[in-house]
């Protein structure tokens, strides 16, 4: 029994897709997750978004200044755009995956930070190798889009954009999401968004609590409880007089109280109960987990 | 309250415990990092300790997902505050010019010797071709970039592009153009040695066939010394940096194609770092070196002072990178 019951205890639970395993030294399992390749491309254009938009806003700037102190500004364009597109190309990037976050404002919008693989620090040079990369990555088959015209043949253009395209789409063929430059160096992007403390659903329970017979808390395991409460985090009440509906349906009760009050009181209780199980090791994953 | 659940409880005797870790954290990520006090300081790897440990033991006795949520955000980006670089930005740039940078070209040598050769060899070609017949000239250098410098010259008119000035304002604009030029061929040779070398190389060879067809022009006019000194005074340090940016190509390359016994990622990732550190000092050489081209030889135009200013800079680089040192 006791041998039983501790292989019961393991969260059997499938491990997503995309997480990955970080122990740390005190032993505890961070389980992190990498962030997926839409979510790096639109903080990549958000980046892109932001140093043009500064790119634009220095412009003006310089040229309001010249306006106001009567002289061309014309002169200081070329070096504006040529020298400050490469400075901000190139160090936007760095310094800003050099901060305590790790990550760039586009980054850092959508939640994700650059870390080491292999859980250590993220060293300096780690950093400069992933975005010395971007410049093979991204930049070069840029120019070469814009650039090649008619000066040179069909053939070299396709074979350009077949070169191209093995870097664009290098992400999206291995299993981490690596993109080039996280390869060389050894650097992965992950999921670290900042979560505040949400209220325990738990309080929301009225005080006298309806009694539910201990068949109407085995109908459901884990997954529906998190599905529960995800719903009611959301107080939808369309949703919300939806799931009560189908819940009593299944349970066989009469609707006696309103939805949220009796979906609150459920939660409360179906979770007491899947929590005092799992104290003696069982964990219920979901309603087609018989005992 | 109808049932006081076990989990609900544990949540409200630590509750206080997380929200002080997560202000903490937010101060210190928010770049507010000098208004912790000492005390604050000390107390963030130990609230760390209390809130993984609080991450554990939620797993095993809690079901709220929004809880397990907070505790595992909260843990990780207290694990990359506690185990991350503790550094700042400044001391890192400090330690990375004294010491990582130099470091790091000495352990490349051998690539650089390498990277200097094909160049070399590269010029040699050129040069001969171009003595052999000056047809040639057009092949290595396009007419853009030439600007008047072909064989057809008169040796008035070379002379006048080796002593001529441009007008003051112009030079900011040529500055930046040489530079940003220069950095972008230095990061496409040390990014295309990830495809094993062999673009890397064709982009050194290159880079010295330019050099070798402008001395055959120069050298036919009898133009040769002044020649030497309008590329020597910045052409040490730009050469010297495109070189270094080729070997850091090779040294990724070269560990891509023979990893060794390590595994081709793990090979691939240390040549990296390797290399990148490298990198990083090239953009500063080319950033010396174009205010070298961009002002330093468009304000210098005797021949001996740009030669004593090449000798100078080779003389610097060459102590500061290769200077005998403690090994680590």
């Given at each position: 029994m006791s041998v039983a019951g501790s292989t019961l205890v393991r969260d059997t639970a499938r491990p997503e897709a995309g997480a990955r395993e970080l122990v740390t030294p005190e032993g505890v399992d961070l389980r992190l997750k990498l962030a997926d390749t839409g979510e790096r491309a639109a903080a990549f254009l958000l980046d892109v978004g932001i140093i043009l938009g500064s790119l634009v806003a220095l412009t003006l700037l310089v040229f309001l200044g010249a306006w106001i102190g009567g002289t061309s500004a014309r002169e200081f364009l070329p070096a504006i755009w040529l020298l400050g597109f490469f400075l901000l190309r190139n160090f936007y990037f760095m310094g800003f995956e050099l901060s305590p976050c790790a990550a760039t404002p586009g980054k850092r919008i959508l939640g994700l930070r650059v870390t080491a693989r292999n859980g250590g620090p993220l060293a300096a040079e780690a950093i400069f190798a992933r975005n010395a990369t971007r410049e093979l990555e991204v930049f070069l088959p840029l120019t070469f889009l814009v650039t090649s015209g008619a000066a040179v043949d069909a053939w070299i253009d396709i074979l350009g954009a077949v070169w191209c395209a093995v870097f664009v789409f290098f992400p999206l063929f291995n299993r981490d999401r690596l993109r080039i430059g996280d390869l060389v160096g050894g650097t992965w992007v992950v999921r670290a968004p900042r979560r505040g403390l949400r209220i325990?659903?738990?309080?929301?329970?009225?005080?006298?609590a309806i009694a539910f017979s201990p068949a109407a808390l085995d109908a459901y395991g884990i997954k529906e409880l998190n599905v529960l409460e995800d719903v009611l985090r959301r107080r939808d009440d369309a949703t919300m007089a939806a799931v009560a509906e189908r819940i009593r349906a299944k349970l066989g009760l009469k609707a006696r109280e309103p939805a949220a009050e009796f979906l609150f009181a459920y939660y409360a209780a179906l979770r007491g109960r899947l929590e005092s199980r799992l104290l003696f090791g069982r964990r219920r994953r979901d309603k087609f987990d018989k005992d | 309250m109808g049932i006081v659940l076990k989990s609900h409880r544990f949540r409200r005797e630590r509750e206080a415990d997380w929200q002080r870790l997560e202000d903490l954290l937010d101060r210190f990520e928010g770049g507010r990092r000098s208004t912790l006090t000492n005390d604050e300081i000390i107390a963030i790897p130990v609230l760390y300790r209390a809130t993984l440990s609080s991450l554990s033991v939620a797993r095993a006795i809690s079901l709220d997902k929004g809880l397990l949520e907070y505790l595992e955000s909260l843990c990780t980006r207290a694990y990359f505050c506690v185990y991350g670089t503790r550094t700042t930005v400044i001391e890192r740039l400090a330690s990375f010019f004294a010491d990582e940078w130099p470091r790091a070209v000495q352990s490349i040598w051998r690539e650089t010797l390498f990277a200097g050769a094909i160049t070399l060899l590269g010029a040699f070609v050129a040069f001969v071709l171009v003595q052999h017949s000056p047809d040639w000239f057009g092949t290595f250098i396009p007419e853009g970039l030439a600007q008047g410098r072909g064989p057809s010259a008169s040796t008035t008119e070379l002379r006048e592009t080796l002593f001529g000035k441009h007008g003051a304002n112009g030079l900011t604009v040529f500055a930046t153009f040489l530079f940003t030029h220069n950095a972008q061929i230095a990061i496409l040779a040390f990014a295309l040695g990830f495809a094993c070398c062999l673009p890397t190389a064709l982009l050194m060879a290159y880079n010295g066939m330019m050099l070798g067809a402008l001395f055959a022009v120069f050298l036919q006019h009898g133009l040769a010394p002044e020649f030497g000194g309008w590329v020597l005074i910045h052409g040490v340090t730009e050469l010297f940096a495109v070189t270094l940016a080729g070997a850091a190509g090779f040294r990724i390359g070269w560990a891509l194609a023979f990893p060794g016994e390590r595994s081709r990622l793990e090979a691939l990732t240390q040549a990296g770092r390797e290399a990148a550190i490298v990198m990083a000092g090239v953009i500063v050489m080319l950033g010396c070196a174009g205010l070298l081209e961009g002002f330093g030889r468009q304000l210098i135009t005797s021949t001996v002072a740009r030669y004593a200013v090449a000798l100078t800079t080779a003389f610097l680089w060459g102590v500061f990178f290769y200077r005998p040192r403690a090994l680590t």
């Amino acid at each position: 029994m006791s041998v039983a019951g501790s292989t019961l205890v393991r969260d059997t639970a499938r491990p997503e897709a995309g997480a990955r395993e970080l122990v740390t030294p005190e032993g505890v399992d961070l389980r992190l997750k990498l962030a997926d390749t839409g979510e790096r491309a639109a903080a990549f254009l958000l980046d892109v978004g932001i140093i043009l938009g500064s790119l634009v806003a220095l412009t003006l700037l310089v040229f309001l200044g010249a306006w106001i102190g009567g002289t061309s500004a014309r002169e200081f364009l070329p070096a504006i755009w040529l020298l400050g597109f490469f400075l901000l190309r190139n160090f936007y990037f760095m310094g800003f995956e050099l901060s305590p976050c790790a990550a760039t404002p586009g980054k850092r919008i959508l939640g994700l930070r650059v870390t080491a693989r292999n859980g250590g620090p993220l060293a300096a040079e780690a950093i400069f190798a992933r975005n010395a990369t971007r410049e093979l990555e991204v930049f070069l088959p840029l120019t070469f889009l814009v650039t090649s015209g008619a000066a040179v043949d069909a053939w070299i253009d396709i074979l350009g954009a077949v070169w191209c395209a093995v870097f664009v789409f290098f992400p999206l063929f291995n299993r981490d999401r690596l993109r080039i430059g996280d390869l060389v160096g050894g650097t992965w992007v992950v999921r670290a968004p900042r979560r505040g403390l949400r209220i325990d659903l738990a309080d929301e329970a009225a005080s006298p609590a309806i009694a539910f017979s201990p068949a109407a808390l085995d109908a459901y395991g884990i997954k529906e409880l998190n599905v529960l409460e995800d719903v009611l985090r959301r107080r939808d009440d369309a949703t919300m007089a939806a799931v009560a509906e189908r819940i009593r349906a299944k349970l066989g009760l009469k609707a006696r109280e309103p939805a949220a009050e009796f979906l609150f009181a459920y939660y409360a209780a179906l979770r007491g109960r899947l929590e005092s199980r799992l104290l003696f090791g069982r964990r219920r994953r979901d309603k087609f987990d018989k005992d | 309250m109808g049932i006081v659940l076990k989990s609900h409880r544990f949540r409200r005797e630590r509750e206080a415990d997380w929200q002080r870790l997560e202000d903490l954290l937010d101060r210190f990520e928010g770049g507010r990092r000098s208004t912790l006090t000492n005390d604050e300081i000390i107390a963030i790897p130990v609230l760390y300790r209390a809130t993984l440990s609080s991450l554990s033991v939620a797993r095993a006795i809690s079901l709220d997902k929004g809880l397990l949520e907070y505790l595992e955000s909260l843990c990780t980006r207290a694990y990359f505050c506690v185990y991350g670089t503790r550094t700042t930005v400044i001391e890192r740039l400090a330690s990375f010019f004294a010491d990582e940078w130099p470091r790091a070209v000495q352990s490349i040598w051998r690539e650089t010797l390498f990277a200097g050769a094909i160049t070399l060899l590269g010029a040699f070609v050129a040069f001969v071709l171009v003595q052999h017949s000056p047809d040639w000239f057009g092949t290595f250098i396009p007419e853009g970039l030439a600007q008047g410098r072909g064989p057809s010259a008169s040796t008035t008119e070379l002379r006048e592009t080796l002593f001529g000035k441009h007008g003051a304002n112009g030079l900011t604009v040529f500055a930046t153009f040489l530079f940003t030029h220069n950095a972008q061929i230095a990061i496409l040779a040390f990014a295309l040695g990830f495809a094993c070398c062999l673009p890397t190389a064709l982009l050194m060879a290159y880079n010295g066939m330019m050099l070798g067809a402008l001395f055959a022009v120069f050298l036919q006019h009898g133009l040769a010394p002044e020649f030497g000194g309008w590329v020597l005074i910045h052409g040490v340090t730009e050469l010297f940096a495109v070189t270094l940016a080729g070997a850091a190509g090779f040294r990724i390359g070269w560990a891509l194609a023979f990893p060794g016994e390590r595994s081709r990622l793990e090979a691939l990732t240390q040549a990296g770092r390797e290399a990148a550190i490298v990198m990083a000092g090239v953009i500063v050489m080319l950033g010396c070196a174009g205010l070298l081209e961009g002002f330093g030889r468009q304000l210098i135009t005797s021949t001996v002072a740009r030669y004593a200013v090449a000798l100078t800079t080779a003389f610097l680089w060459g102590v500061f990178f290769y200077r005998p040192r403690a090994l680590t």
